[in-house]
């Protein structure tokens, strides 16, 4: 059983528009989450992250929304730009530092 | 460029092979890991050392056997593998045994005939 669920495999926006990547969590014991962008032939890259004391996390055009309650987090990405295009994976821990269980992705297709 | 090298980029091996995969990092960390990514499956953790210790083993079949001499490299050996183990073989370290920002290798394309 998936703690960690991305449940939109694939996701197309044009240039300049938001995106919006969901992730859902069943684990209450999840208090640290992260995001990594992962290009092809390469590894995932470290993109932003959000302790569960906070609700929201903005880097640049990155921004990670927290809903404790929910247990659902989400990644926007203002203004969408085509080397954006990747694949996302969202991932939780039970303590900041811990092991990380990731969901499945969403891959990314911004279009020019 | 991420710090943390793997090689082969790509391997094919049969079912009676012993091969190995490697990886490098180049960043000070001590902590090291192997995640295998199959097709539409989320990243599995396989193996993580700290200082050398193996500190975690996922219920990884035997078939897969990790080393690490040091804290900078880390190996994986293959031996009978099965077609279903057909995957991206991902290593990745970090400073401490937290996987936080943990930054990973490219990874190695094994196929398994």
């Known amino acids: 059983d998936q703690q960690v669920k991305q449940n939109s495999p694939s996701l197309s926006v044009q240039e300049g528009r938001i995106s919006i990547l969901n992730c859902d969590y069943t684990n209450s014991m999840f208090d640290y989450f992260l995001w990594y962008k992962k290009y092809p032939a390469e590894g995932p890259t470290f993109l932003i992250s959000?302790?569960?004391?906070?609700d929201k996390n903005e880097d640049g055009r990155f921004t990670v929304f927290l809903n404790k309650s929910a247990k659902h987090l989400s990644l926007h990405i203002v203004p969408s730009q085509p080397g954006d295009s990747a694949v996302y994976f969202c991932a939780a821990s039970a303590q900041a530092g811990n092991m990380l269980t990731f969901g499945g992705g969403t891959r990314l297709m911004v279009k020019p | 460029e991420t710090g943390v090298t793997q090689t082969p980029r790509h391997l094919v091996m049969g079912m009676t092979n012993k091969k190995s995969l490697k990886c490098e990092q180049h960043l000070g960390h001590n902590a090291m890991y192997w995640y295998k990514q199959s097709a539409k499956k989320p990243l599995e953790l396989m193996f993580v050392y700290n200082f050398k210790e193996q500190t975690e083993n996922n219920s990884v079949p035997s078939r897969f056997s990790p080393e690490c001499p040091n804290s900078s490299h880390l190996f994986l050996h293959l031996h009978t593998l099965q077609p279903e183990d057909s995957a991206l073989y991902l290593c990745a370290s970090s400073q401490g045994q937290g996987f936080a920002e943990a930054f990973f290798g490219q990874g190695t394309r094994l196929t398994v005939v």
């Open positions: 959000i302790s569960s004391i906070k």
